[in-house]
């Protein structure tokens, strides 16, 4: 079958379109949509959706990119009818609880003529956290907007120490531990199938009331160190 995962530059949108490589999915583009508004998108990731365009060079596949300025589901649309015309069978979407997100996605690709797939779907969250690490994705946290995530965490790359963290404070202040509530965003910097891995330089900057944000300031790909020198 042939796919076109939507990537939004954060972990869960990555893990997904890894899954459906290793599952036999043929990727013939991915889809990005960024919000006009920055803070408000109710179905996308926002924060460092421009660094999509990086991340699919790092992977080599085209990139439909979209600004979605005024209706968000009718920019979605477009973006799955052009996908359909590239030759694309499904969709790939990295959606985890979000009944909100998933049944748009699923009548928008069926409109489209789209199957849709949700790999990520209602898996445990703790489990899948430490997964993203295991399997050897670097992840950086970008913003935290919840009580209890701490700004120290902003900047950070994700390994088994700090996921652990997390965890633990997620089951002491109940936000969710994948960050599925928007208490946190992701972005990922390398990832078994990138050919470079994205590099950026920025700073945290507080936005509010417990919500802290990487502002990048620069990016770029840089070539991925050999096996042997990867920690």
């Known amino acids: 079958m042939i796919a076109c995962p939507m990537l939004s530059g954060g972990k869960d949108s990555m893990y997904a379109l890894h899954w459906a490589v290793f599952h036999g999915f043929r990727i013939c583009c991915a889809i990005a949509i960024e919000p006009e508004a920055r803070w408000e998108s109710m179905l996308f990731h926002y924060p460092h959706v421009r660094m999509v365009e990086l991340q699919a060079r790092a992977l080599r596949i085209a990139l439909i990119k979209l600004l979605a300025a005024g209706n968000e589901e009718t920019a979605l649309l477009g973006a799955f009818e052009r996908a359909r015309s590239l030759g694309c069978d499904a969709v790939i979407t990295g959606a985890l609880l979000s009944d909100y997100q998933r049944l748009r996605f699923a009548s928008l690709a069926e409109e489209a003529g789209l199957r849709i797939f949700n790999p990520l779907w209602r898996i445990d969250q703790e489990e899948y956290m430490r997964s993203i690490v295991r399997e050897g994705f670097k992840v950086m946290v970008v913003s935290v ?27 002491r202040y109940g936000f969710n531990p994948a960050f599925e509530g928007g208490e946190a965003e992701t972005l990922v910097l390398d990832a078994p199938l990138f050919r470079e891995e994205l590099r950026v330089e920025g700073q945290v900057v507080r936005l509010g009331p417990d919500h802290y944000f990487y502002e990048i300031r620069s990016a770029r790909l840089v070539p991925k160190p050999p096996l042997r020198e990867r920690s």
């Open 145 to 171: 907007q919840a009580y209890g995530l701490p700004p120290w965490v902003v900047g950070k790359v994700l390994d088994e120490e700090l996921v652990e963290t997390i965890i633990r404070l997620s089951r």
